[in-house]
């Protein structure tokens, strides 16, 4: 029964936490006039020239992302550890991979933003209401992003459903 509600409270905890990194990227690239956490750069949409203030914009996602995801992942293997024996080598399992692809998957995801920069100045030289399209571009990737940072504690959290909830 502990280990149901637990199993029951680690999905909440990532369920919560995506919806609010997703509310995150969907509010602060919203043209609204919300009061996100990471504003959307302030500039003139007529002479904007300078990629900077979106780097450190989509930069200050990557990291609200890493450390949420990462306090997420860390308790999920804690809840496997205190299962069972074989969610417990998975979680170490899992913990080994994390130390050793940590720094490679940080440099992925750091490469992101320069790439991002290309499709600023294309879009800035080629297009007349290019910001729009291009906070959608960044909306649609910091999402992406999410989902593929997400998928590692999901795994973690179906096999702690599967062997304490019994789901398929």
């Not at 990194?21 to 007529?46: A, F, Y």
């Not at 290309?118 to 960044?138: E, M, S, T, V």
């Not at 649609?140 to 398929?168: C, F, M, T």
């Amino acid at each position: 029964q502990r280990h149901t509600e637990s199993a029951a409270d680690i999905k909440q905890e990532v369920l919560r936490t995506k919806a609010t990194l997703v509310n995150s990227v969907i509010q602060s690239c919203s043209s609204n006039d919300g009061k996100p956490r990471i504003r959307w750069p302030m500039v003139d949409t007529e002479s904007v020239s300078d990629f900077e203030p979106f780097l450190r914009f989509y930069s200050a996602h990557q990291r609200e992302q890493d450390l949420a995801i990462r306090v997420i992942r860390s308790g999920a293997r804690d809840a496997l550890t205190a299962c069972s024996p074989a969610l417990k080598k998975l979680a170490i399992l899992d913990q080994a991979l994390d130390d050793t692809l940590w720094e490679q998957m940080r440099r992925f995801y750091s490469v992101i933003p320069r790439l991002l920069e290309r499709r600023f100045n294309q879009l800035r030289d080629q297009q007349p209401l290019w910001l729009n399209q291009f906070r959608k571009d960044i909306q649609a990737l910091l999402l992406a992003e999410l989902d593929l940072r997400l998928q590692p504690v999901l795994g973690l959290v179906e096999a702690l459903e599967k062997e304490v909830i019994g789901n398929p």
